[in-house]
C-alpha cells in the first residue's frame, strides 16, 4: 500500500479536535466546580460519576447529619448535574456522561421523595413528541434527557404521535414549552399543522423545533415556532422562557443562529 | 443450516480492489455487478406532496426515472443502478411498492432496447415491522413485510434490499450510556439473529422470483453511532466507540450472505469493505457523493473497494444544473469513469490507496475501515465465524487494536477523550466472557430490567 509520511498528513488534514484540546482534564475541571460542602460535594462527586448506589450514599449521609432531603434536591442534586451540564456544554465531556448522570440524579430525587412527604417543585413542564409519522427518536431522548437534567418536568409523549395527542397533551399540561423533533422532510410538515390548531385554541406556547430535516427557515414560517439547531438548546430556551422571554420573535433572537 | 464464514475470500488486503469482486453478480438488464468495472447508484426521495396517493407515487418516481436515464445516455455513461428505497406507504401496501417497481422498470426497459445502457432496479423495502412503541419484528407485520419483497420482485425489482433493525431498541439505549455490552448484544447478538431470520425469507422469495437477493446494512445501529459521533468538534459520542459498533456491524451485516444473498450490499452499509473481504461479494459504498444526504469523514475513502457508487438520498427537485437525480447520477457516472479507466490503464491500487490515504488518518473510523485495516477486522471475524457473539467482540477488540497501532506509529492522533474513551471499551471488552450462553442469558436479564421496550420475543427468545 502506499503510504503518507508523517510529517506530510497536516497538509492533508488537520484534526482540529486534537489541536484544540482543552488543557484540563474533565475530572480536574469537574474538581473546580463541585461545591465545597463536605455533605454536598460527595453528592455532586457521584452525579458526575454517573454512580447510582453512590448518590443514594452520599445522599442518605446527608440527611442522616440533618439535611432535609427535599432541599437535596435543589442544593445538591441539580447542583451536581448542573456541573455536569457546564462541562459538557464547554465541551469537556461528551453526551454519554451527562445521560448517565442524569440517570443517576432522576434516581436520587425518587430517593429523596421516598424519604420524605414534601413535594418538590420542578422548574416547569415541557412536553417532547417525534413528529407523526417519524419514528427517528434519538435526538428527541437526548432533548428530554437534557431537559430533565436541567430540572425540567418532561412530559415525554415518544415519538410517531398524531399531531390531536400533541393538542390534547399541551392542553391538559399546559407546558412552559412544547418540542418537536422531525428527521424527515415528510413528517415535519406536521409542525404547522400543530401550530395552527394551537392558535385556534388560543394557546400560545413557544414550540422549539428542531431534528435532521428541520431548518430555520421552515420553523420561522409558523407562528410559534423557534428552531433548535442541538439538543443543548432545549433547556437553553426553556431557561430563556422561565427567566421571563416568552416573546416568540425574541427567543428566535436569541436562538435563531443563521 | 446456514454456513458461516470461517475463511477470508481474498488471501491478502491488497488483492481488494473497486469494481472487482471474488463473485460478481449479474442484475437487471445485461448488467454484471463486481465484474471489472463500477457502476453508478443512484438513490432519491420523492417529495413530500408524493406520497399522498399511489399515482402521484408512481408519476414521481416515473419522472425521477426518466431523468436519470436520460442524463445517463446524454453524458455516455455506459450502466446505472437505480435504488429505491421505499417511502413507507410502498411497504406497508406492497401493491404500492410493486405499481412504482413496474413504472420504474418499464422505462428502464425502453432505454435498455433503445439504447443498449446497462442498467438494473434496486427496490429497498423499508423495514415495517414496528408500532409506535415497540419493535413487533416477527409480529402481525412479518407477512406484509415480505409480501413487499415478493410483489416488487415480481413487478420488476432486480435487486432486493433491506436495511433491518432487529437489536435497535437495546443498541439506542446502550449508545448513549457507553454501555459496550450493550452494544455488542444489540447489534451482534440481537441483531444477528434477526438478520439470520429475514435473510433466509428474502433468499427463498428471490429464487422463487428469479431476482437478486442482494443484502443488508446496520444503518439503524452502526450509522446512528456515526451519526451521534458526527464531526470532529461534536462532543455527543467518542468516535473511537463509534468504530467499535461499526466493527461489530460487520460481524452482523455479514449474516445476510451466510443466509443466501450474494451482493452487492447496501451504499451505507459502512462495513462493507471488512464484509467483502471476508464474503468476496460486491459491495455499494456512499461517500463524498452523498453529502447531499449527511456529512462523514470518509468521502473518498469509501470508494477504495466499491462496485457500486452512491449518493445515498437526495430529494427529487430542481438545481440549475437539472433535476436532483440528473446532477447526481451524473457526478457519480464521472467518479465511475474515473475509477474505470483506472481498471484498464492498471493503475487501479494507487488509486484505490489514494484514496484510502485522503481520510485514513482523519478521524479512528476511517482508520479502521482502511481496506489493509479492515481486512484485519475481517480476519477477526472469520477466525470464529461460526460463532455469532465471539465473532462480533473479537472484530470489536481488533478495532481497538487498530486504533492503538494507528496511534502508536504516530499519524492517527486522538484526544485525550477519544483515548479514555478508547480504553474503557476495550477494557469492557476484554472482561467480557467468552461463553456466547452466559452472555446471552446475562445481557437477557440486565436488558429487561433496563429497557422498558425490550421484548424478547422479537427474538424468538
Ligand atoms: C439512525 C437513522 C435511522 C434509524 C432511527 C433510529 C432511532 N431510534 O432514531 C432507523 C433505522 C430506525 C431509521 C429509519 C428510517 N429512516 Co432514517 N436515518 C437515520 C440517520 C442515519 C441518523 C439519524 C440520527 O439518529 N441522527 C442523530 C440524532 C442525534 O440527530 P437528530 O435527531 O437530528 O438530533 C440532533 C439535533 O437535530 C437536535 N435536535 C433534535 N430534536 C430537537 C428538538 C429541539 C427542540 C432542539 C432544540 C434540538 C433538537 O439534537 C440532536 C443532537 O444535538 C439519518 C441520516 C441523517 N442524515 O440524518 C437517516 C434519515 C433521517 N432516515 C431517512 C429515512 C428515509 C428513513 C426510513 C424511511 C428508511 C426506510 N426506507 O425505512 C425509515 C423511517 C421510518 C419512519 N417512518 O420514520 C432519511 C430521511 C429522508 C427524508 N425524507 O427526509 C435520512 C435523512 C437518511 C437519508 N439521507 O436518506 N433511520
Same mark, same amino acid.
Given at each position: 500500500?502506499?503510504?503518507?509520511?508523517?510529517?506530510?498528513?497536516?497538509?492533508?488534514?488537520?484534526?482540529?479536535?486534537?489541536?484544540?484540546?482543552?488543557?484540563?482534564?474533565?475530572?480536574?475541571?469537574?474538581?473546580?466546580?463541585?461545591?465545597?460542602?463536605?455533605?454536598?460535594?460527595?453528592?455532586?462527586?457521584?452525579?458526575?460519576?454517573?454512580?447510582?448506589?453512590?448518590?443514594?450514599?452520599?445522599?442518605?449521609?446527608? @440527611?442522616?447529619?440533618?439535611?432535609?432531603?427535599?432541599? &437535596?434536591?435543589?442544593?445538591?442534586?441539580?447542583?451536581?448535574?448542573?456541573?455536569?451540564?457546564?462541562?459538557?456544554?464547554?465541551?469537556?465531556?461528551?453526551?454519554?456522561?451527562?445521560?448517565?448522570?442524569?440517570?443517576?440524579?432522576?434516581?436520587?430525587?425518587?430517593?429523596?421523595?421516598?424519604?420524605?412527604?414534601?413535594?418538590?417543585?420542578?422548574?416547569?413542564?415541557?412536553?417532547?413528541?417525534?413528529?407523526?409519522?417519524?419514528?427517528?427518536?434519538?435526538?428527541?431522548?437526548?432533548?428530554?434527557? &437534557?431537559?430533565?437534567?436541567?430540572?425540567?418536568?418532561?412530559?415525554?409523549?415518544?415519538?410517531?404521535?398524531?399531531?390531536?395527542?400533541?393538542?390534547?397533551?399541551?392542553?391538559?399540561?399546559?407546558?412552559?414549552?412544547?418540542?418537536?423533533?422531525?428527521?424527515?422532510?415528510?413528517?415535519?410538515?406536521?409542525?404547522?399543522?400543530?401550530?395552527?390548531?394551537?392558535?385556534?385554541?388560543?394557546?400560545?406556547?413557544?414550540?422549539?423545533?428542531?431534528?435532521?430535516?428541520?431548518?430555520?427557515?421552515?420553523?420561522?414560517?409558523?407562528?410559534?415556532?423557534?428552531?433548535?439547531?442541538?439538543?443543548?438548546?432545549?433547556?437553553?430556551?426553556?431557561?430563556?422562557?422561565?427567566?421571563?422571554?416568552?416573546? @416568540?420573535?425574541?427567543?428566535?433572537?436569541?436562538?435563531?443562529?443563521? | 443450516?446456514?454456513?458461516?464464514?470461517? %475463511?477470508?475470500?481474498?488471501?491478502?488486503?491488497?488483492?481488494?480492489?473497486?469494481?472487482?469482486?471474488?463473485?460478481?453478480?449479474?442484475?437487471?438488464?445485461?448488467?454484471?455487478?463486481?465484474?471489472?468495472?463500477?457502476?453508478?447508484?443512484?438513490?432519491?426521495?420523492?417529495?413530500?406532496?408524493?406520497?399522498?396517493?399511489?399515482?402521484?407515487?408512481?408519476?414521481?418516481?416515473?419522472?425521477?426515472?426518466?431523468?436519470?436515464?436520460?442524463?445517463?445516455?446524454?453524458?455516455?455513461?455506459?450502466?446505472?443502478?437505480?435504488?429505491?428505497?421505499?417511502?413507507?406507504?410502498? %411497504?406497508?401496501?406492497?401493491?404500492?411498492?410493486?405499481?412504482?417497481?413496474?413504472?420504474?422498470?418499464?422505462?428502464?426497459?425502453?432505454?435498455? =432496447?433503445?439504447?443498449?445502457?446497462?442498467?438494473?432496479?434496486?427496490?429497498?423495502?423499508?423495514?415495517?415491522?414496528?408500532?409506535?412503541?415497540?419493535?413487533?419484528?416477527?409480529?402481525?407485520?412479518?407477512?406484509?413485510?415480505?409480501?413487499?419483497?415478493?410483489?416488487?420482485?415480481?413487478?420488476?425489482?432486480?435487486?432486493?434490499?433491506?436495511?433491518?433493525?432487529?437489536?435497535?431498541?437495546?443498541?439506542?439505549?446502550?449508545?448513549?450510556?457507553? =454501555?459496550?455490552?450493550?452494544?455488542?448484544?444489540?447489534?451482534?447478538?440481537?441483531?444477528?439473529? =434477526?438478520?439470520?431470520?429475514?435473510?433466509?425469507?428474502?433468499?427463498?422469495?428471490?429464487?422463487?422470483?428469479?431476482?437478486?437477493?442482494?443484502?443488508?446494512?446496520?444503518?439503524?445501529?452502526?450509522?446512528?453511532?456515526?451519526?451521534?459521533?458526527?464531526?470532529?468538534?461534536?462532543?455527543?459520542?467518542?468516535?473511537?466507540?463509534?468504530?467499535?459498533?461499526?466493527?461489530?456491524?460487520?460481524?452482523?451485516?455479514?449474516?445476510?450472505?451466510?443466509?443466501?444473498?450474494?451482493?452487492?450490499?447496501?451504499?451505507?452499509?459502512?462495513?462493507?469493505?471488512?464484509?467483502? %473481504?471476508?464474503?468476496?461479494?460486491?459491495?455499494?459504498?456512499?461517500?463524498?457523493?452523498?453529502?447531499?444526504?449527511?456529512?462523514?469523514?470518509?468521502?473518498? !475513502?469509501?470508494?477504495?473497494?466499491?462496485?457500486?457508487?452512491?449518493?445515498?438520498?437526495?430529494?427529487?427537485?430542481?438545481?440549475?444544473?437539472?433535476?436532483?437525480?440528473?446532477?447526481?447520477?451524473?457526478?457519480?457516472?464521472?467518479?465511475?469513469?474515473?475509477?474505470?479507466?483506472?481498471?484498464?490503464?492498471?493503475?487501479?491500487?494507487?488509486?484505490?490507496?489514494? !484514496?484510502?490515504?485522503?481520510?485514513?488518518?482523519?478521524?479512528?473510523?476511517?482508520?479502521? !475501515?482502511?481496506?489493509?485495516?479492515?481486512?484485519?477486522?475481517?480476519?477477526?471475524?472469520?477466525?470464529?465465524?461460526?460463532?455469532?457473539?465471539?465473532?462480533?467482540?473479537?472484530?470489536?477488540?481488533?478495532?481497538?487494536?487498530?486504533?492503538?497501532?494507528?496511534?502508536?506509529?504516530?499519524?492517527?492522533?486522538?484526544?485525550?477523550?477519544?483515548?479514555?474513551?478508547?480504553?474503557?471499551?476495550?477494557?469492557?471488552?476484554?472482561?467480557?466472557? =467468552?461463553?456466547?450462553?452466559?452472555?446471552?442469558?446475562?445481557?437477557?436479564?440486565?436488558?429487561?430490567?433496563?429497557?422498558?421496550?425490550?421484548?424478547?420475543?422479537?427474538?424468538?427468545?
Amino acid at each position: 500500500m502506499l503510504d503518507l509520511k508523517l510529517e506530510d498528513i497536516d497538509g492533508i488534514l488537520v484534526r482540529y479536535n486534537v489541536a484544540l484540546e482543552k488543557e484540563m482534564t474533565p475530572d480536574e475541571a469537574a474538581e473546580e466546580l463541585y461545591p465545597k460542602d463536605e455533605l454536598i460535594y460527595p453528592v455532586a462527586k457521584a452525579i458526575y460519576e454517573g454512580e447510582e448506589d453512590d448518590v443514594v450514599d452520599a445522599l442518605q449521609a446527608a @440527611i442522616d447529619a440533618g439535611k432535609k432531603p427535599i432541599d &437535596l434536591i435543589d442544593d445538591a442534586l441539580m447542583v451536581g448535574m448542573g456541573v455536569v451540564t457546564q462541562l459538557y456544554d464547554e465541551g469537556i465531556i461528551f453526551l454519554p456522561n451527562v445521560m448517565m448522570s442524569a440517570d443517576a440524579m432522576l434516581n436520587g430525587i425518587e430517593y429523596c421523595k421516598s424519604k420524605t412527604t414534601d413535594v418538590p417543585e420542578s422548574k416547569g413542564k415541557v412536553v417532547c413528541h417525534v413528529a407523526e409519522g417519524d419514528v427517528h427518536d434519538i435526538g428527541k431522548n437526548i432533548v428530554a434527557a &437534557l431537559l430533565r437534567a436541567a430540572g425540567y418536568d418532561v412530559i415525554d409523549l415518544g415519538r410517531d404521535v398524531p399531531v390531536d395527542e400533541v393538542i390534547q397533551a399541551v392542553t391538559k399540561e399546559k407546558p412552559i414549552l412544547l418540542t418537536g423533533t422531525a428527521l424527515m422532510t415528510t413528517t415535519m410538515y406536521a409542525f404547522k399543522e400543530i401550530n395552527d390548531k394551537l392558535l385556534e385554541k388560543g394557546i400560545k406556547v413557544p414550540f422549539a423545533c428542531g431534528g435532521g430535516a428541520v431548518n430555520q427557515d421552515f420553523v420561522s414560517q409558523y407562528d410559534l415556532g423557534v428552531y433548535g439547531e442541538e439538543a443543548a438548546d432545549a433547556p437553553k430556551i426553556a431557561d430563556a422562557i422561565v427567566a421571563g422571554t416568552t416573546d @416568540i420573535a425574541a427567543l428566535r433572537e436569541e436562538f435563531h443562529k443563521h | 443450516m446456514v454456513n458461516k464464514y470461517t %475463511s477470508m475470500a481474498y488471501a491478502k488486503a491488497d488483492d481488494m480492489l473497486f469494481g472487482q469482486s471474488k463473485f460478481p453478480v449479474k442484475a437487471g438488464l445485461g448488467l454484471e455487478i463486481g465484474a471489472g468495472y463500477t457502476t453508478p447508484e443512484l438513490n432519491y426521495a420523492p417529495r413530500p406532496q408524493a406520497g399522498k396517493s399511489m399515482e402521484k407515487l408512481v408519476k414521481e418516481y416515473e419522472r425521477i426515472t426518466t431523468d436519470a436515464m436520460a442524463r445517463m445516455v446524454q453524458i455516455g455513461a455506459p450502466s446505472i443502478v437505480l435504488e429505491t428505497e421505499h417511502v413507507e406507504q410502498m %411497504s406497508n401496501n406492497p401493491s404500492w411498492g410493486a405499481a412504482v417497481a413496474h413504472a420504474q422498470k418499464t422505462i428502464m426497459e425502453e432505454y435498455h =432496447d433503445e439504447y443498449g445502457i446497462k442498467c438494473a432496479l434496486r427496490h429497498t423495502i423499508g423495514d415495517i415491522r414496528e408500532d409506535r412503541d415497540y419493535l413487533q419484528l416477527r409480529g402481525d407485520k412479518y407477512n406484509t413485510f415480505m409480501e413487499a419483497f415478493e410483489e416488487c420482485a415480481k413487478a420488476g425489482a432486480d435487486l432486493l434490499s433491506v436495511e433491518s433493525m432487529g437489536g435497535k431498541e437495546v443498541f439506542d439505549y446502550s449508545i448513549l450510556r457507553n =454501555d459496550t455490552a450493550g452494544m455488542l448484544f444489540g447489534i451482534g447478538v440481537l441483531g444477528s439473529m =434477526d438478520m439470520e431470520m429475514i435473510w433466509a425469507d428474502i433468499a427463498a422469495i428471490a429464487k422463487k422470483t428469479g431476482t437478486v437477493c442482494a443484502g443488508d446494512t446496520d444503518c439503524a445501529q452502526a450509522n446512528t453511532a456515526m451519526f451521534i459521533a458526527g464531526g470532529l468538534l461534536d462532543k455527543n459520542l467518542a468516535h473511537t466507540t463509534a468504530i467499535v459498533a461499526r466493527a461489530i456491524s460487520a460481524a452482523r451485516s455479514l449474516c445476510a450472505y451466510e443466509a443466501g444473498a450474494v451482493g452487492p450490499g447496501k451504499d451505507c452499509g459502512y462495513e462493507n469493505t471488512i464484509i467483502k %473481504s471476508i464474503s468476496g461479494v460486491p459491495i455499494a459504498q456512499e461517500g463524498k457523493t452523498s453529502t447531499c444526504a449527511h456529512s462523514d469523514l470518509m468521502g473518498n !475513502l469509501t470508494m477504495q473497494c466499491c462496485d457500486l457508487w452512491s449518493n445515498e438520498s437526495v430529494e427529487y427537485h430542481g438545481e440549475f444544473g437539472g433535476t436532483t437525480v440528473q446532477c447526481w447520477s451524473e457526478t457519480l457516472a464521472y467518479d465511475c469513469s474515473m475509477m474505470n479507466v483506472a481498471l484498464k490503464t492498471g493503475k487501479a491500487k494507487d488509486l484505490r490507496d489514494i !484514496l484510502a490515504l485522503s481520510d485514513k488518518f482523519r478521524d479512528p473510523q476511517g482508520y479502521v !475501515l482502511a481496506y489493509d485495516n479492515a481486512y484485519k477486522v475481517g480476519e477477526a471475524i472469520a477466525k470464529d465465524g461460526n460463532n455469532n457473539y465471539l465473532r462480533s467482540k473479537n472484530a470489536a477488540i481488533e478495532s481497538c487494536k487498530i486504533v492503538e497501532e494507528g496511534v502508536n506509529s504516530g499519524k492517527l492522533r486522538l484526544t485525550r477523550f477519544e483515548a479514555s474513551a478508547l480504553a474503557k471499551v476495550k477494557a469492557d471488552l476484554v472482561a467480557l466472557t =467468552d461463553d456466547a450462553d452466559k452472555f446471552m442469558s446475562d445481557n437477557l436479564t440486565k436488558f429487561k430490567q433496563e429497557v422498558a421496550v425490550f421484548r424478547p420475543e422479537n427474538y424468538g427468545l
